[in-house]
């Protein structure tokens, strides 16, 4: 079992930056890839970004490329997006999630372990 706990959202202006933790807790977290998706109101969840259980493969959104980061610190059983230059249209609930393999994905669906997701709102 993993559970997940985001944090580190909030109100913050375009242009400006924010970084998201997700603590996970559970003996496999160093063998788990992590995701990060996003749910805006009235829209479906979609992919933000994924990185492998060594944190040497990434993965992003054409969206957020150039601007977020994913990394992870095994040793914290710890995952972080750092948001950068953040736009209005970044406005969403940000969530974590985790699946028990080594290699990330795109997918909602391949993840098996989800957070209860942290509130970004980017005002213009």
């Known amino acids: 079992q993993v559970q997940l706990v985001e944090s580190g959202g909030g109100l913050v202006q375009a242009g400006g930056s924010l970084r998201l933790s997700c603590a996970a807790s559970?003996?496999?977290?160093?063998?788990?890839?992590m995701g990060w998706f996003r749910q805006a109101p009235g829209k479906e969840r979609v992919f933000v970004a994924s990185i492998s259980w060594s944190g040497g493969t990434t993965d992003y959104a054409d969206s957020v490329k150039g601007r977020f980061t994913i990394s992870r610190d095994n040793a914290k059983k710890t995952v972080y997006l750092q948001m950068n230059s953040l736009k209005p249209e970044d406005t969403a609930v940000y969530y974590c999630?985790?699946?028990?393999?080594?290699?990330?994905?795109?997918?909602?669906?391949?993840?098996?372990?989800w957070g209860q997701g942290t509130q970004v709102t980017v005002s213009s």
């Open positions: 559970g003996r496999t977290f160093s063998t788990n890839a």
């Open positions: 999630a985790a699946r028990s393999t080594l290699l990330g994905s795109r997918h909602s669906t391949e993840y098996t372990y």
